[in-house]
């Protein structure tokens, strides 16, 4: 099973920083990775697949890059309706696997 | 507009039996795969199964194989999950979610979730 580490567990940040990221694999998990946000009381929202495609609708502020072991996220001006926990997940090998979440808090 | 609406949670004692229900619109559900995810109170998301558009192919996390059961009905663009001899590591919400191909052709995108339907077992 891939394991899916993400860091910092928690990341505070003001409105309008940037806001960078990160997870990590156990192993490679080429460039099938996606990214989703979800808020308190929400479903998850996709935000990312490929390691680097924005979904539908997305914000040109959400950016995805990476591949192999090394992924990250980066808002580049946050806004006040970025603050929320985001997932990375792998879907290269089964069971797809997901992490821990990082949450993005309001500094 | 695509939608999916779980319903079917609730209290449940350990060992005992539930079954999650998923109806989907705005879309050919015939034409995709589908998933159950859950997340544990407070903690993340785990991937829980699989189903393939014709119902031919399943696939469970080891947590729950030989105790769950996905599984489609096409003709009411609904999605099933039988849960039988429930532990309380099972208490979540459930989400039911489309399963849709990058464009490189791997399959694993979650591209749209229902709203959740919470699963509690205790006694």
């Known amino acids: 099973e891939r394991v899916m580490t993400q860091s910092p567990a928690t990341l505070s940040v003001s409105p309008g920083e940037r806001a960078t990221l990160s997870c990590r694999a156990s192993?490679?998990?080429?460039?099938?990775l996606a990214w989703y946000q979800q808020k308190p009381g929400q479903a998850p929202r996709l935000l990312i697949y490929?390691?680097?495609t924005r979904a539908t609708g997305i914000a040109a502020r959400f950016s995805g890059s990476g591949s192999g072991t090394e992924f990250t996220l980066t808002i580049s001006s946050l806004q006040s309706e970025d603050f929320a926990v985001y997932y990375c997940?792998?879907?290269?090998?089964?069971?797809?696997?997901f992490g821990q979440g990082t949450k993005v808090e309001i500094k | 507009e695509v939608q999916l609406v779980e319903s079917g949670g609730g209290l449940v004692q350990p060992g005992g039996s539930l079954r999650l229900s998923c109806a989907a619109s705005?879309?050919?559900?015939?034409?995709?795969?589908m998933s159950w995810v859950r997340q544990a109170p407070g903690k993340g998301l785990e991937w829980v199964a699989n189903?393939?558009?014709?119902?031919?192919?399943?696939y469970y996390v080891d947590s729950v194989k030989g105790r769950f059961t996905i599984s489609r009905d096409n003709a009411k663009n609904s999605l099933y999950l039988q849960m039988n001899s429930l532990r309380a590591e099972d208490t979540a919400v459930y989400y039911c979610?489309?399963?849709?191909?990058?464009?490189?052709?791997?399959?694993?995108?979650?591209?749209?979730w229902g709203q959740g339907t919470l699963v509690t077992v205790s006694s």
């Open positions: 189903i393939k558009q014709d119902g031919s192919e399943k």
């Open positions: 490929g390691a680097s």
């Open positions: 997940q792998q879907y290269n090998n089964w069971p797809w696997t």
């Open positions: 705005g879309f050919t559900f015939s034409s995709y795969w």
């Open positions: 979610a489309r399963v849709i191909y990058d464009s490189s052709g791997y399959q694993g995108v979650f591209d749209y």
């Open positions: 192993q490679s998990v080429s460039s099938n």
